[in-house]
């Protein structure tokens, strides 16, 4: 197959395949990546002046994310959000002060070979990072809970009380219509809380 992603290259010539985000291959290849493990860890080095030399960081990258459901469409209020985190070994967070993008910028590459040698001679500690990273994360879910609980009532509870208003001049408005919206409230409340945290990826760094 030929493909191009110019939509002009695309009208001037029948054969070629126009590929946009929303082409199965483009989504297919993206969810391959987004759901395999190859890829989502790695080990760097970098100079940063907030701990000592030789200290590892732990670069977490969690997503809190609830059950996919077409009926209720839960993600509308509660999208998959990602949440960073930069631990140090005292447990300290320092993901305001070293940005994704700063990192990614600043970065000392370490080779495989050495990269497996401070994963071997440091898991304990990695572990104890992983640990306190995750307690990090799971402290700043109830706030986003809570945020996409207040857009869900707000939306539904507007939609309630505004058929409610209509039912009484207009009695063609079905009790079922109001308790739709009251049992999806209802079932959007439980899926937000029940949204849970997983771990997408990490990155150790060596602070030189």
Not at 89 to 92: I, M, N, Y
């Given at each position: 197959m030929t493909v191009t992603y110019s939509r002009e290259t695309a009208l001037a010539h029948e054969d070629?395949?126009?590929l946009t985000w929303e082409h199965p291959l483009v989504t297919g290849a993206m969810d391959l990546v987004l759901s395999s493990e190859p890829g989502n860890t790695a080990v760097t080095a970098l100079r940063y002046q907030g701990v000592a030399r030789g200290t590892l960081l732990l670069e977490?990258?969690?997503l809190l994310e609830t059950a996919s459901s077409e009926?209720?469409?839960s993600d509308r209020y509660l999208p998959p959000t990602t949440i960073r985190v930069v631990v140090d070994?005292?447990?300290?967070n320092h993901e305001t002060d070293l940005s994704h993008t700063f990192i990614n910028q600043t970065r000392i590459p370490v080779d495989a070979a050495m990269a497996g040698k401070?994963?071997?001679a440091r898991a304990r500690v990695i572990r104890t990072l992983l640990a306190a990273?995750?307690?990090l994360a799971q402290a700043q879910v109830p706030e986003i809970r809570a945020s996409a609980q207040s857009h869900s009532q707000h939306t539904l509870l507007t939609e309630i009380n505004r058929l409610k208003a209509l039912r009484r001049v207009n009695p063609n408005v079905r009790d079922a219509e109001i308790r739709f919206f009251e049992q999806q409230l209802e079932m959007l409340g439980m899926a937000v809380d029940q949204a849970s945290l997983r771990l997408d990826a990490l990155r150790v760094i060596v602070v030189t």
């Open positions: 070629v395949q126009y977490c990258l969690y009926r209720l469409h070994e005292q447990g300290r401070i994963v071997a990273g995750e307690q």
